[in-house]
């Protein structure tokens, strides 16, 4: 089995581990009490893992301010509404609804990018919908303002991979998480202040674990970029799936019906195909399959 998939797996299994902690914290904390703590603890790993090369005290200088502010905002909302998203709703639900990231690209594609989109890719678009639905019933469900923030985060993931040139290998990295960790700290801390109150022991903790999930995560997913090929990488974002279904189960008594399972597995089917056969173009825009776009 290739490294750049097994550090996928790493990532994506990271990157589960903390979402299922902000599950942990329901209705405890404010959201933005959450997310500032949270990328806190993250900026502190982040911190010493910069490359050799760069320096923070120059993370301000960039080659593509646009892009790299851009990012920044697209992933504070995303932040805020995925944390909002996993303390309101199923782990599956949240995950089958974020999963719709690939094929919102497809659309966003035919309409910003006039891109002439297929019959294999429309397919896709169809089957994921139809997956989603099978998975959260709308009518024999009540829908939540949750799920309205978990597609937020699938359509700020895919307005981010379409508008945004890609900048890896063309900014530095501490340009893109520094002004990331500024953007999510100061309007977290802003926004978390009239709700604001003090953190339990076990909430410090929980907060601290997010941040070391998130982090690690960050660089295990920038690592396997670098050494393997996205067609490799991109399978492992769906053993998040697994992660949900396992951790839902287990910690939180989420057990999905056959009708969801059989969603999940149509959503997962139809993300993979649309990772295979999407290739936008926009300048040097490139399809990213695996995009994390939270911090």
Not at 104 to 127: C, N, Q, Y
Not at 152 to 167: D, Q
Not at 183 to 204: K, R
Not at 240 to 247: K, P, S
Request: glycine share 10%; with cysteine; net charge positive.
């Amino acid at each position: 089995m290739q490294k750049g998939f097994l550090l996928g797996l790493l990532a994506y299994a990271s990157f589960s581990w903390g979402d299922a902690t902000i599950k942990s914290l329901g209705h405890q904390v404010s959201v933005f009490e959450i997310g500032f703590f949270s990328i806190l603890s993250s900026a502190a790993i982040i911190f010493f893992t910069k490359p050799r090369e760069e320096r923070w005290r120059e993370f301000w200088r960039m080659s593509r301010p646009f892009a790299v502010h851009g990012r920044a905002v697209s992933g504070l909302l995303a932040g805020i509404l995925g944390i909002y998203a996993f303390t309101t709703l199923p782990l599956a639900e949240a995950y089958a609804l974020i999963f719709l990231s690939p094929l919102f690209v497809t659309i966003l594609s035919a309409v910003v990018l006039k891109e002439d989109i297929g019959l294999w890719r429309w397919s896709a678009v169809f089957a994921g919908i139809v997956g989603v639905f099978l998975v959260v019933r709308p009518g024999f469900k009540a829908l939540e303002l949750g799920h309205l923030a978990a597609v937020g985060v699938a359509l700020l993931a895919a307005m981010t991979i379409v508008i945004l040139r890609s900048l890896a290998g063309r900014e530095k990295r501490t340009s893109i998480m520094g002004v990331l960790l500024v953007y999510g700290l100061t309007f977290n801390g802003i926004l978390a202040i009239p709700h604001f109150h003090v953190p339990t022991l076990h909430q410090v903790g929980a907060f601290i674990i997010i941040g070391i999930c998130t982090a690690v995560g960050q660089i295990t997913l920038l690592t396997a970029t670098k050494i393997a090929p996205a067609s490799q990488i991109a399978p492992s974002h769906y053993s998040q799936i697994l992660w949900a279904v396992g951790i839902g189960a287990f910690f939180f008594a989420e057990y999905p019906d056959t009708l969801a399972v059989f969603g999940l597995i149509v959503i997962a089917s139809a993300g993979l195909l649309t990772m295979m056969r999407e290739k936008i173009r926009l300048g040097t825009v490139r399809w990213n399959p695996f995009f994390r776009n939270r911090l």
